[in-house]
């Protein structure tokens, strides 16, 4: 996934502040392009987080939402949970990019649960940044280990929120939810439409300049 | 590169328009943004609702830009001064508006307005002139008043130091509405007695995030109000 | 009204966290008795408020709620106007000392306005207080400077809060409202019970023990 | 004179009650008060109400305390973890609660209990299956549901360090649900790894005033969970 990344932390413009979620997402923060700054935060408390430290170095005070060791960039401030959550609700970050188990035709993520009646439910910080932060980006294989679509017209599994992506990054597309419809914005080397098409669950379009 | 910091208090209130809503930190003169004021004077824009505790002293920053007439509405707790008869000689002639707010429901109104959180309950003002009109409800066998969320289009805060991310720090007393206030502005403006480098501040001592600014100016010597006003300075000078 | 704000100053227990309004009630930190320590409180941002500096030595960004300068002692915090509020809603504060225009004889508090039409209404922080901090305690002369009472059965001015005052301290007598009653604890050296009915706009009740 | 140093943690937990709601700071082990959940381990108190962003890891601390059979329900945003068991088995067997909160309700909600804000309106969980049974109001046009405040008898949470006011500084991203949990408990108890003398804290850097935190342990050189797990330690030892 890490052209995929690539390609997540190309569109992100200098200056943003930018949330990570937990997993594929935080391949992001290894692409930020040369005379580009970007902060990242972490919910836990952070603005301002920099590279994973070596294994010796690490801070079991100083980690990410991942609950990772992490490191402070200069230029970094801490924070108490209600205050960051000002920053995600109060629509202070600017890209909040997440992980996926479905994203459905107009936007709905689930994310959290596969709603399995044994599975122990987990929300975490999720619903507060799919409703707070300003542009909500997904990066997900496109399709499961089974090879079932991620991408669906409705989704199956408990939602984090309704209406909330605004693009899809995935090894295949960059896919755009406009107007409670995908638009397809890029399609990966070697992918044809119609390949795209066939392995997406949901009604697909095509950019005219696409 | 982020770097926040522009040349000039004239540069950093341009865009400020007629009619936008304006949050000015302060209590009193401690942390009144005096010189991000004047600057507004200079600029012009009328018919602004300002969102600040007082009203402002003598004839210079909050109260002269009342007095000068840019002011449509204000939303404050506590409007009178002892030297300044700019805004009740305004106000008694109905020629500005009043939306008097106790003070800490001023200040939870802008932190939930940068907090995403549109509405609360609060127990201030039941039973009061002040309550008449709200939605009140009980919770466990208290009432409660419905309060909403403010936001502003600007806001203009007073603050110790500052560094190019827009981190800052205050002054003692100063501080009051000026960290809530830098969160509940589309656009922050800030001015700063001091620039430092990025990493001059502990990221333990932060008190307001970069994140919630968006422009700082560096005012190294900020007059004091009571000094100007004590000397019956008056503005434009 | 020394006397006052030194009888006030002693019914407050070590350790209290205690806000003081403008004007009369300031009298109060002159007073506190040796080998206690109380924390002042002042709602535009400090716990540990000191006495008032020298003339030359006020710093005008350090200043109490009445906007004069005063000292901050070792031990003090400052904290904004959100944090300062949210210790007097959350019930932090353990005293509020008061000034009042009027007090009603079940603890109704009116001393932010006198309802007259030409008036500038201010309230500052004063429903807040009202409503947050565990005590109310009212300090003020017994009658106005006209001679009416200030201790009526009903406000006739503007309420700052309904039911909110727990002790009333005045020239002439100390008065616990409870139970919708009020009871006379404590008579001023010289004053009678009835010469303090007499100028009282409400029904006294004498405590058994007084 | 105020001291709010206690002489052990023993002592300091030795007044928490059968069916006390209690709010344990931390995120993962960063800021879990450890030495005070031991103590309340000790102290045996059960039917426990617990207030914490997880629920512990291996066989120490938070997830001890749940092994103890001490908690009959949890409130908390993420209660898995990748090395514990201890809270999955005993909810698959039906034997804890769980009342799941999306974090920054969590974080908010606490806060509310500590500022006196009985209730708010936010957007998280709206159109979810979490926001079921929640009163939904529409502002401007946007959909919110309605939160009410937590307040707990009891918080335990770490910091860096303190002084006998009970002025309190934390240590990076421990800070976390720190400062609000002392400020949403009747009764809040804290471990510190050092102790100031007053004065010792700038008062332009406390992070919790004295004024939430009733009662100061000095832990001086608190265990690291990770490492307790890593040895695969138990506690009681």
């Known amino acids: 996934m890490s052209e995929v990344a690539l390609q997540v932390a190309l569109d992100i413009p200098n200056g943003s502040y930018?949330?990570?979620?937990?997993?594929?997402?935080?391949?992001?923060?290894d692409y930020v392009p040369q005379g580009r700054e970007v902060i990242y935060h972490t919910e836990n408390g952070l603005l301002g987080m920099g590279p994973v430290p070596s294994a010796d170095a690490g801070d079991p005070e100083l980690i990410n939402a991942g609950k990772k060791c992490i490191t402070a960039?200069?230029?970094?401030?801490?924070?108490?949970?209600?205050?960051?959550?000002s920053m995600i609700r109060g629509g202070h970050i600017d890209y909040c990019v997440l992980g996926a188990l479905q994203v459905s035709a107009d936007g709905?993520?689930?994310?959290?649960?596969?709603?399995?009646?044994?599975?122990?439910?987990?929300?975490?910080?999720?619903?507060?940044?799919?409703?707070?932060?300003?542009?909500?980006?997904?990066i997900s294989q496109h399709s499961t280990k089974n090879g079932e679509p991620k991408i669906v017209e409705t989704c199956t599994y408990p939602l984090t929120g309704k209406k909330v992506v605004n693009r899809i990054y995935t090894n295949l597309a960059v896919i755009d939810v406009k107007d409670n419809r995908l638009w397809v914005s890029k399609l990966a080397p070697g992918v044809s439409f119609e390949y795209l098409q066939a392995n997406t669950g949901a009604i697909l379009q095509m950019e005219s300049d696409c | 590169m982020i770097d926040k910091i522009v040349g000039s208090a004239k540069d950093a209130v341009s865009d400020i328009f007629d009619?936008?809503?304006?949050?000015i930190s302060g209590f009193g003169e401690a942390g009144s943004p005096i010189e991000l004021i004047h600057a507004l004077i200079d600029h012009g824009?009328?018919?602004?609702?300002?969102?600040?505790?007082?009203?402002?002293?003598?004839?210079?920053?909050?109260?002269?830009?009342?007095?000068n007439r840019q002011v449509r509405k204000m939303i404050c707790s506590f409007p009178r001064t002892a030297n300044s008869k700019v805004f009740p000689e305004l106000y008694t002639k109905g020629e500005i508006e009043l939306e008097l707010v106790p003070q800490g429901t001023l200040a939870e109104r802008i932190r939930a307005g940068g907090s995403g959180i549109p509405a609360f309950y609060t127990p201030a003002s039941v039973n009061t002139p002040l309550g008449l009109n709200k939605e009140v409800r009980v919770f466990g066998e208290r009432s409660y008043v419905?309060?909403?969320?403010?936001?502003?289009?600007?806001?203009?805060?007073k603050c110790r130091a500052a560094d190019r991310y827009g981190n800052l720090v205050?002054?003692?007393t100063a501080r009051n509405f000026g960290p809530i206030m830098c969160m509940g502005a589309r656009t922050t403006i800030v001015q700063a007695s001091e620039i430092l480098p990025l990493g001059g501040i502990d990221p333990e001592i932060v008190i307001t995030p970069g994140i919630f600014v968006k422009r700082v100016v560096h005012i190294p010597n900020p007059v004091h109000e009571s000094v100007l006003v004590a000397e019956n300075r008056r503005y434009p000078w």
């Open chain 1, 18 to 29: 930018v949330n990570l979620g937990i997993g594929i997402p935080e391949l992001v923060a």
């Open chain 1, 73 to 85: 960039l200069p230029g970094a401030c801490f924070f108490h949970h209600a205050d960051s959550f």
């Open chain 1, 108 to 138: 709905d993520l689930a994310n959290w649960s596969t709603g399995e009646p044994n599975a122990i439910p987990a929300v975490g910080g999720a619903m507060d940044l799919v409703a707070g932060a300003k542009n909500i980006v997904v």
């Open chain 2, 19 to 23: 009619g936008a809503v304006v949050m």
């Open chain 2, 45 to 67: 824009a009328r018919n602004l609702t300002i969102v600040s505790n007082n009203t402002g002293s003598g004839h210079v920053g909050l109260a002269a830009l009342i007095a």
């Open chain 2, 146 to 157: 419905l309060e909403h969320a403010l936001t502003a289009d600007f806001s203009l805060v």
């Open chain 2, 170 to 172: 205050y002054n003692k």
